[in-house]
T-cell receptor, first 117, second 115 residues
Framework: DVKVTQSSRYLVKRTGEKVFLECVQD?????MFWYRQDPGLGLRLIYF???????EKGDIPEGYSVSREKKERFSLILESASTNQTSMYLC????????????????FGSGTQLSVL | AQKITQTQPGMFVQEKEAVTLDCTYD???????LFWYKQPSSGEMIFLIY??????QNATEGRYSLNFQKARKSANLVISASQLGDSAMYFC????????????FGSGTRLSIRP
């Protein structure tokens, strides 16, 4: 069964802390994504990666960075956590496939609820 | 820039009725794909249906169909014969072919089915 695993379901951190959110997929997917989900705002794209060591900014990259040293792992880093980064963080992966098709659908992890106090 | 708009924050529908969830999008690309996902209260994201910009027919998957109107840039999800288990958040998403795998989402619609 295909799987995207996020290391923590719940996380509580203090403002100013450096926070690492880890995501691992076992489907050999080229693409990996980090979204945050907030009520009324839907899912907003933070960063995505289409290959190892490659990264692209999404719509809300400020305050975040990412790392993809291996194909299966995509890490989201909050250099200095702030209270406005309290949110549900969702990792996803997808295959590039042979072009636009349903094969490019996203597979999601179960999410990390981060609280920054 | 690509953008997805879902204008219905919440909807209530009677069980067994059909329901249409609205989605409009903005893109300058000719090649793009549109997705719908369901998120029940458990939080998991479930893929429902996909429509490619060059697909001539509207996509269908069981009780789900996508009313794709390219000129109007709308991709509404139609659920026929709604069931209590359809109560969930529904998200519309889009990928532009020129955007290196970038997929963006709308703000979602919370659907509640009344028995």
């Amino acid at each position: 069964d295909v799987k995207v695993t996020q290391s923590s379901r719940y996380l509580v951190k203090r403002t100013g802390e450096k926070v690492f959110l880890e995501c691992v997929q076992d489907m050999d997917h080229e693409n990996m994504f980090w979204y945050r989900q907030d009520p009324g705002l839907g899912l907003r794209l933070i960063y995505f990666s289409y290959d190892v060591k490659m990264k692209e900014k999404g719509d809300i990259p400020e305050g975040y960075s990412v790392s993809r040293e291996k194909k299966e792992r995509f890490s989201l880093i909050l250099e200095s956590a702030s209270t406005n980064q309290t949110s549900m963080y969702l990792c996803a992966s997808s295959s590039t496939g042979t072009g636009l098709s349903t094969n490019e659908k996203l597979f999601f992890g179960s999410g990390t609820q981060l609280s920054v106090l | 820039a690509q953008k997805i708009t879902q204008t219905q924050p919440g909807m209530f529908v009677q069980e067994k009725e059909a329901v249409t969830l609205d989605c409009t999008y903005d893109t300058s690309d000719q090649s793009y794909g549109l997705f719908w996902y369901k998120q029940p209260s458990s939080g998991e994201m479930i893929f429902l249906i996909y429509q490619g910009s060059y697909d001539e027919q509207n996509a269908t998957e069981g009780r789900y169909s996508l009313n794709f109107q390219k000129a109007r840039k709308s991709a509404n999800l139609v659920i026929s014969a709604s069931q209590l288990g359809d109560s969930a958040m529904y998200f519309c998403a889009m990928r532009e072919y020129s955007s290196a795998s970038k997929i963006i989402f709308g703000s979602g619609t919370r659907l509640s089915i009344r028995p």
